[in-house]
């Protein structure tokens, strides 16, 4: 039985998706269900809150980093449950996934030097790199049916230019919901190997991989100029405020290189409540986070078959990974401010604009699904109720 429900002892929350401020200014209301951030809205696994109570219970907190034993935590993660050998000896531990990308930004590419991003992409990954003076270079994915690919030859005309010295890859990829196959992903790196472009691969949700579809990490396609951002613990433990990021290459050349400059900034300090809540993470957590993943593919596929059934009009993607699911509202032949109030004033629904992410097409939203199945089904209840009384 997978618990869904926390329980608040003697603490109110500040979580960003429910700031009042923030849903206003955005929504134009904070009476809203909130699915716009991509956490989850359940208990964490035991072994990890118990690891916690017992370093809140030491009543110390000197420094201490037992990277060692981190590094090899996630190496044996992946191990067992991607195939995947990694030397413990080649990580680098930043504080999270967004600063090791804003660093590795500044640390591979020149000011006015192109990074390229495959929209719609999350949307942070434009920010890091138009606040690091870096021009972010967009490639659209190609929508075939129901499904995102490569757009393989606008790539390698983006890469022809010599304009673009990096790549972010997104792998699962947030928020169309693709996990790229080996294939595709060879493909990617073989045009990018002929132009010299680096690869950073953004591999946070790659545990996140539903039936049917096989995730393969940028770390195992023997690519010597790729670095993958792998092992942060935020999105498959709900560890989203406490996580710290690991960067990984077999490249001693470039790991050296994060590693001078993660020193010289002093971010490779740790915070013992992350270290110890990401070493109880890999080493005990593996039974929860089983359930948490049959969990929500059965939210997942209850969503799939009811937009199917009662809502044909809205086209919702199968997310083959990440716990977000990506909808095109465009067959409710609304204008976008309509569409726009019909979710937020009527069906009291906080979801993702797809422009956040570089979809032009203002009819695109994303959902966070990492909910109870109570909640979500009576959301989407609302939404055909006001659907169908909209007008």
């Known amino acids: 039985m ?6 608040h002892q003697g603490i109110s929350d500040k979580f960003i998706k429910h700031d009042s401020k ?45 990277s060692q034993t981190v590094f090899k935590a996630i190496a044996h993660w992946n191990q067992q449950r991607h195939q995947l050998d990694l030397n413990p000896n080649h990580f680098v531990q930043v504080p999270g996934v967004l600063s090791a990308i804003a660093l590795l930004i500044r640390d591979f ?10 929209t719609p992409v999350y949307h942070q990954f434009r920010r890091l790199i138009e606040s690091a003076g870096r021009k972010a270079v967009t490639s659209p994915l190609k929508l075939e049916g129901d499904r995102y690919l490569f757009d393989y030859q606008d790539f390698e005309q983006q890469l022809s230019s010599g304009k673009v010295r990096m790549v972010l890859l997104c792998n699962p990829h947030n928020p169309v919901g693709r996990v790229w196959t080996k294939q595709e992903l060879q493909q990617l790196v073989t045009i990018a190997k002929k132009y010299q472009v680096m690869i950073i691969s953004d591999e946070v949700h790659a545990d996140i991989v539903f039936e049917g579809a096989r995730f393969t990490s940028m770390a195992s396609l023997n690519y010597d100029n790729s670095l993958t951002i792998i092992g942060s613990p935020a999105k498959n433990f709900g560890l989203n405020s406490i996580a710290n990021g690991y960067i990984y290459s077999d490249n ?14 002093s971010l490779d300090h740790g915070n013992a409540f992350s270290l110890y809540a990401t070493i109880a993470a890999y080493q005990h ?12 593919q059965e939210v997942r596929n209850w969503i799939m078959a ?22 095109d509202l465009s067959g409710l032949n609304l204008a976008p401010e309509q569409l726009k109030e019909l979710l937020s004033q009527h069906a009291k629904l906080a979801l993702t604009p797809g422009t956040w992410f570089g979809e032009i097409n203002e009819n695109y939203y994303r959902m966070n699904f990492a909910s109870p199945l109570e909640k979500v089904q009576a959301s989407l209840q609302q939404l055909k109720t006001s659907i169908s009384q909209y007008r």
């Open 109 to 118: 590419t020149q000011e006015g030097d192109g990074v390229l991003i495959q």
């Open 22 to 66: 923030m849903l206003k200014q955005i929504y134009g209301s904070d009476q809203l269900t909130p699915y716009w951030i991509a956490d989850m809205d359940f208990p964490i696994a035991s072994p990890i809150s118990q690891a916690m109570q017992q370093l809140v219970n030491r009543e110390q907190y000197s420094y201490e980093f037992d």
């Open 285 to 296: 957590g593996k039974e929860w986070f089983e359930k948490f993943l049959a969990y929500t």
């Open 252 to 265: 001693q050349a470039l790991r050296e290189k994060i590693k001078a400059s993660s020193v010289s900034m």
């Open 306 to 327: 009811f937009m199917a059934k009662e809502l044909p009009q809205v086209k919702a993607f199968l997310p083959e990974g990440t716990n977000q699911i990506w909808f």
């Open 2 to 7: 997978f618990q869904t429900t926390p329980s």
